[in-house]
């Protein structure tokens, strides 16, 4: 099954809000898209694709923007081979064209507070101490966190930020695996993550599926719009 | 700043990988957006726009498929003073078309696995017993998380719902501020969620910024891709 060749986005603009059809393409793109298991080795994509498919996730917000987390792209087969195995075997990632660790940072403190302070005094063309009740307001916020909790913190970030990747490759007709079946400590040795502050919180797999893969024939399982999205 | 009026999604087949331009147009909603602080309160969103929005969240992958939260649409004006208050007077909470509370299941369980394997059998139109097997595989890994972890988990499986509905907004033209700044425990007693199980980890709004938002015309602070998505 493939995304329709042509879609085209149709916006009409009226006095008091606007009708757009839009959002269609996302919910044909969600309807398309599950979480392939088997991917297509010949397939692979190219390095602006990735580019393209990263360029929203930047633009994720986060809380107090500081994106505590990073998108690790593994390239290494070595390295591949190694994470298989502490995924359990998984066909996805040796199958897949681009395997992403995505990993937050373990130390969150006024070090991070700082590097924002300093880059948005840049973006916003002000002087660093215009922003100093800023940083000292989210310091005091992140000072009531322990080190456990900055770290929880820090995943639903990246958390978000996953569900920005998965909704620009499914627009994009890309398939795309989260996965967090994997043992995070075996992963962050193999990666080095602890020495560069970081630890794993999820395995993400882009490419395109295989076509013998049986996952993709499956029925989805959701719970109703009733369920999920009550009126109180 | 609008969206371009008439946008077209041009998707060119070739033998060996898809080039499509399809995805450039999330990118631009991401650079369109931003936390809108103050809504236009004249302008409304249809029930319509809703369900289109909330569409890809409900398809939207969680671990095991349990989907293990609720986005509860808060309409109840005294509620959304009370609301108000327990987020420290942001004026996205009065302001906003519509406000959204994300909660996440406290009671995680084998009653939790036990009825997704019945929609499963359902939707996939197989017998109960043809998927004993996953039932018991979920429900050891569930068992080897205690009650705070699984909660932990459950919102990872929220946030990431929350990226794909912010991406859908962008692309609808509707802003969205996604809100970790509020009393917790005072939020879960205004709308008695202890009693459905539930436990708040957002809020979220949902409309069109007011034209003098201020924070509209505040250039972006992210990081870099290089520092964002390294290569290992």
Redesign the interface.
């Known amino acids: 099954m493939?995304?329709?060749?042509?879609?085209?986005?149709?916006?009409?603009?009226l006095q008091?809000?606007?009708i757009?059809s839009?959002?269609?393409?996302?919910?044909k793109?969600?309807?398309w898209?599950y979480?392939a298991k088997k991917y297509d080795t010949?397939?692979?994509?190219?390095q602006n694709?990735v580019?393209?498919?990263?360029?929203?996730?930047?633009?994720?917000?986060s809380?107090y923007?500081l994106?505590p987390?990073?998108?690790?792209?593994?390239?290494?087969l070595a390295?591949l081979e190694k994470i298989s195995r502490a995924a359990f075997g998984q066909p996805q990632i040796t199958t897949a064209s681009h395997i992403l660790?995505i990993a937050v940072d373990t130390n969150i403190g006024e070090e991070t507070v700082k590097k924002?302070i300093a880059?948005?005094a840049l973006?916003?063309?002000t002087e660093r101490k215009n922003l100093e009740a800023r940083e000292q307001f989210v310091n005091s916020r992140l000072a009531l966190l322990s080190a456990a909790q900055k770290i929880?913190w820090a995943?639903?970030?990246a958390?978000?930020?996953?569900?920005?990747?998965?909704?620009?490759a499914?627009?994009?007709?890309i398939d795309a695996s989260?996965m967090?079946g994997f043992d995070h400590g075996q992963l962050d040795e193999i990666?080095g993550l602890k020495e560069h502050n970081l630890q794993s919180?999820l395995l993400f797999a882009l490419g395109y599926r295989s076509p013998d893969d049986e996952f993709a024939s499956?029925?989805?399982?959701?719970?109703?719009?009733d369920?999920?999205?009550?009126?109180?």
Chains 1, 2 share one sequence.
């Open positions: 493939h995304l329709p060749l042509f879609t085209c986005k149709l916006k009409l603009k008091t809000e606007e757009t839009n959002f269609m393409s996302l919910i793109a969600f309807e898209r979480a010949s397939r692979k994509l190219t694709q580019v393209d498919l990263l360029g929203p996730v930047q633009l994720a917000p809380s923007g994106q987390y990073k998108f690790i792209h593994v390239q290494n390295t660790v924002y880059a948005a973006a916003r063309k929880e995943e639903k970030q958390f978000l930020a996953v569900g920005i990747l998965i909704s620009a499914a627009e994009a007709g989260p967090e990666l919180t499956l029925a989805k399982v959701r719970k109703s719009h369920e999920l999205f009550p009126t109180f």
